[in-house]
T-cell receptor, first 113, second 114 residues
């Protein structure tokens, strides 16, 4: 599985946008970019995923670089509840059926009031 | 719709004992995966079951095993517990478990080995 690189930690102020970067320079053409987050004392939860085009949902936006070697998770207005560890994960779309997720160390996001 | 449930939530065992953890997936989900989370190693994939068959396995010793029942409920077993097995064990379910399907995680079972 291709690897991802994320900053260990980031800080944000409440109600400001947050841009969480992820580098994946060895991404293959069939790898999907997934983001999960883990709130304190909870299991991880799905945030968003994409392949080539930018994606939006009610939680966040995912901006994918044109060469797909990096991506950015965008939280448009951070709230205290968004303080969590954010994981950027690549999943191979041609490897067949698998629910397996390979987690890296993730980015710990702190949100200041 | 009820989420993924795991029982028990907390467990204390001693070295050498064995333990069984249970996971009930979201109704209709057929894929169940297990993960171990520790401060040092982070989240690591243990194994995945689909339709009662193990479909993927992580790099863990044979002391770690699991199974899935016909109703998709899953159990994992750890035999001959070691101190290093102290961790949060998370279960995740998905509808069919493809590489793009959303995984839904339970709250985890916190295992402490003394």
């Amino acid at each position: 599985d291709a690897k991802t690189t994320q900053p260990n930690s980031m800080e944000s102020n409440e109600e400001e946008p947050v841009h969480l970067p992820c580098n994946h320079s060895t991404i293959s053409g069939t790898d999907y970019i997934h983001w999960y987050r883990q709130l304190p004392s909870q299991g991880p939860e799905y945030v968003i995923h994409g392949l080539t085009s930018n994606v939006n949902n009610r939680m966040a936006s995912l901006a994918i670089a044109e060469d797909r070697k990096s991506s950015t998770l965008i939280l448009h207005r951070a709230t205290l509840r968004d303080a969590a560890v954010y994981y950027c994960i690549l999943r191979d779309g041609k490897s067949g059926n698998t629910g397996k997720l390979i987690f890296g160390q993730g980015t710990t996001l702190q949100v200041k009031p | 719709k009820a989420g993924v449930t795991q029982t028990p939530r907390y467990l204390i065992k001693t070295r050498g004992q064995q333990v069984t953890l249970s996971c009930s997936p979201i109704s209709g989900h057929r894929s169940v995966s297990w993960y171990q989370q520790t401060p040092g190693q982070g989240l690591q994939f243990l194994f995945e079951y689909f339709s009662e068959t193990q479909r993927n396995k992580g790099n863990f010793p044979g002391r770690f095993s699991g199974r899935q029942f016909s109703n998709s409920r899953s159990e994992m077993n750890v035999s001959t517990l070691e101190l290093g097995d102290s961790a949060l064990y998370l279960c995740a379910s998905s509808l069919v478990g493809t590489s793009i399907s959303e995984q839904f995680f339970g709250p985890g079972t916190r295992l402490t080995v003394l």
